[in-house]
């Protein structure tokens, strides 16, 4: 990517790859219906009613250049497939540009001007996030329609993603405690299981690490609508659409055969809680080949306590007990089931998570049978783990071919 200024993109942007990671099937047609018209909210169909019926804030160009200081390099806070990310401020009153450091602090994202698919996902967003609220889900201030350019202004999550505490090795980014990823998982489940209810009825369809946001006390909030779908209609159990997500998170059978379900999201969800109990991406090139697919190489170890503790991230080693970490993998594994119809709703994930909070004071001697497998395993009695041990590699770029 890069595209969002010609000097180097601030160490601390998350892209890793400069290529899009999500993906499409070439065959196009997108026959999912609408939303039958005693649900909420209403999807407008045309462009004019979803930004009429937004009740979002109406930026100028000018002001978004102003606010975030002519776009500046410093003011990155990170770059997706869609653009740049940049922090500004504005006047909480009139949204007019304010002096950094005063008023309310947002983040703009500026679509990158390169095509149709740009657009449909910048309206997408609008029409979801201008009518869905909940505390789990990124607010959406406003946008910016002016020539050519398309911009979308969100409240400013100070935390960053989840995957730049996940993955990224700096001093800013801290590794999560164990109490704070199931927090964080919670929260994000909530969101989740928020956009499932009949209130709802959405399918979100990009749920990842780099789209979980959080604010200063850890609540996770999810971002990106962009490629969000109505949930299906009429009695009919899946929507059709044209495959488009991330690689690595999209369920198996919505790439297979392009029908979408809220289980489709579920799976995605199980990939993320695998990510935060291990502390690795879902596809890492980085490492060994039997160790690039993360559901491929950590399912044997999910099944039992014992076994468990050896893919579990060295750095919150001794923060939970045995049980819990069995738990949470657990539920992982019945989110990952190939067989949509086995696997756990939202609603249910919830509550198991539920069940998780707080588990991060642990016994001694739990915590001391912790400490001894990562002592063996950091000893290289696993040859399996050797080539993990930290610290480990920089974020991989995304594979070009998921191998689920
Ligand atoms: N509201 C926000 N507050 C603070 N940081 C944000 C906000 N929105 C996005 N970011 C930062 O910008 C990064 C890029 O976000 P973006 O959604 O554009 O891309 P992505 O999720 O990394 O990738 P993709 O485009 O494939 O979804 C995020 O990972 C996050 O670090
Ligand atoms: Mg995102």
Request: with cysteine.
């Amino acid at each position: 990517m890069g595209s969002c200024f010609s000097v180097r993109i601030r160490a601390d942007s998350p892209r890793r790859d400069g290529l899009s990671s999500r993906y499409a099937s070439i065959d196009g047609r997108d026959t999912s219906s609408r939303r039958s018209s005693f649900s909420l909210p209403l999807t407008p169909r045309s462009e004019g009613e979803i930004l009429e019926l937004s009740n979002l804030k109406i930026f100028g160009f000018n002001d978004l250049r102003t606010a975030t200081r002519n776009f500046r390099p410093d003011s990155v806070l990170g770059e997706g497939g869609f653009g740049c990310v940049f922090k500004g401020w504005v006047d909480e009153n009139t949204f007019k540009a304010a002096k950094p450091g005063t008023g309310m602090v947002i983040a703009v994202k500026r679509l990158n001007q390169d095509g149709l698919q740009g657009h449909k996902e910048w309206l997408t967003e609008i029409n979801y996030l201008g009518q869905l609220y909940h505390p789990n889900l990124v607010k959406l201030v406003g946008y910016c329609l002016e020539d050519e350019h398309r911009l979308l202004v969100y409240e400013f999550m100070p935390r960053g993603s989840l995957e730049n505490h996940l993955f990224r090795r700096t001093a800013h980014f801290q590794p999560l405690s164990w109490n704070l990823r199931m927090k964080v998982a919670l929260g994000a489940a909530k969101g989740l299981a928020y956009l499932h209810s009949p209130e709802a009825r959405v399918i979100y369809r990009d749920f990842k690490s780099s789209n979980i946001l959080l604010d200063s006390n850890y609540n996770a909030k999810l971002s990106d609508f962009g490629l969000a779908k109505d949930g299906p209609i009429d009695g009919k159990s899946y929507v059709s659409t044209r495959v488009m997500g991330t690689y690595g998170y999209a369920a198996p059978e919505y790439m297979a055969t392009g029908h979408l379900t809220s289980r489709s999201d579920v799976y995605s969800f199980g990939v993320v809680l695998l990510e935060m109990l291990t502390g690795r991406r879902v596809l890492d090139k980085n490492l060994p080949s039997g160790e690039q697919n993360l559901i491929i190489w950590a399912r044997p170890f999910l099944a039992s306590k014992r076994r468990v503790l050896r893919v579990m991230d060295a750095r919150i080693q001794g923060q939970y007990t045995p049980n819990a970490a069995l738990k949470a993998a657990s539920l992982a594994v019945k989110c990952l089931a190939t067989e949509p119809k086995h696997r756990p709703t939202m609603k249910e994930v919830v509550a198991a998570i539920e069940l998780l909070q707080d588990t991060g004071s642990v016994k001694p001697d739990a915590a001391a049978a912790a400490a001894a497998v990562q002592h063996h395993r950091a000893r290289g009695g696993d040859s399996s783990r050797r080539a993990a041990s930290y610290p480990r590699p920089s974020p991989p770029p995304v594979p070009a071919v998921a191998s689920l």
